[in-house]
T-cell receptor, first 111, second 114 residues
Framework: QKEVEQNSGPLSVPEGAIASLNCTYSDRVSQSFFWYRQYSGKSPELIMS????GDKEDGRFTAQLNKASQYVSLLIRDSQPSDSATYLC???????????FGTGTKLQVIP | KAGVTQTPRYLIKTRGQQVTLSCSPI?????VSWYQQTPGQGLQFLFEYFSETQRNKGNFPGRFSGRQFSNSRSEMNVSTLELGDSALYLC?????????????FGPGTRLLVL
């Protein structure tokens, strides 16, 4: 079983819709959770970090964490074509900066 | 503040050779982590250095090694290159004051092994 699992997609949503990206993780002691966006040919850039159960909002992005269900999600409201990228879920799996990444979900926002 | 820098950006080597990649973290960041990214395996953790010491290590063979200097700059070395080592190598830096802090990635070094 992979430590961090994401649906590879592609997830296609129309412009202006809400995109919902999901991630599950296996290590119950995980404490820190991150969402990165990666455009083709570029390096990952941080969108959100979340450490506590519940929702965390930043502009059009909302991260949701449920440690009991070992589930973290990212909602993108009012999706724009510029949001088309691969979204990586990352989990700190116990050792300082030892971070495990999911394989990413490719998002396509259709104009 | 300048971001994470990596050199070189592109590299072509042949099987059996060795390669050294360099990473300069964001000023003030003391932790440097290295990752390998391939289309099939995604981003995989190689190792993390803090204050010139390797703190964490991923599941890679001993051909992959690294070090960190007193100014927090880090190098990664791959010896006896194999075709499967072709990948994008990313380094990421963080303040590393606590556990699980945000990492900021450099642009990567794309390595092609022929």
């Amino acid at each position: 079983q992979k430590e961090v699992e994401q649906n590879s997609g592609p997830l296609s949503v129309p412009e202006g819709a809400i995109a919902s990206l999901n991630c599950t993780y296996s290590d119950r002691v995980s404490q820190s959770f991150f969402w990165y966006r990666q455009y083709s040919g570029k390096s990952p850039e941080l969108i959100m970090s979340i450490y506590s159960n519940g929702d965390k909002e930043d502009g059009r992005f909302t991260a949701q964490l449920n440690k009991a269900s070992q589930y973290v999600s990212l909602l993108i409201r009012d999706s724009q074509p510029s949001d088309s990228a691969t979204y990586l879920c990352a989990v700190n799996s116990g050792g300082y900066q030892k971070v495990t990444f999911g394989t990413g979900t490719k998002l396509q926002v259709i104009p | 503040k300048a971001g994470v820098t990596q050199t070189p950006r592109y590299l072509i080597k042949t099987r059996g050779q060795q390669v050294t990649l360099s990473c300069s973290p964001i000023s003030g960041h003391r932790s440097v982590s290295w990752y390998q990214q391939t289309p099939g395996q995604g981003l995989q953790f190689l190792f993390e250095y803090f204050s010139e010491t390797q703190r964490n290590k991923g599941n890679f063979p001993g051909r992959f090694s690294g070090r960190q200097f007193s100014n927090s700059r880090s190098e990664m070395n791959v010896s006896t290159l194999e075709l499967g080592d072709s990948a994008l190598y990313l380094c990421a830096s963080s303040l590393a004051v606590g556990v699980g802090e945000t990492q900021y990635f450099g642009p990567g070094t794309r390595l092609l092994v022929l």
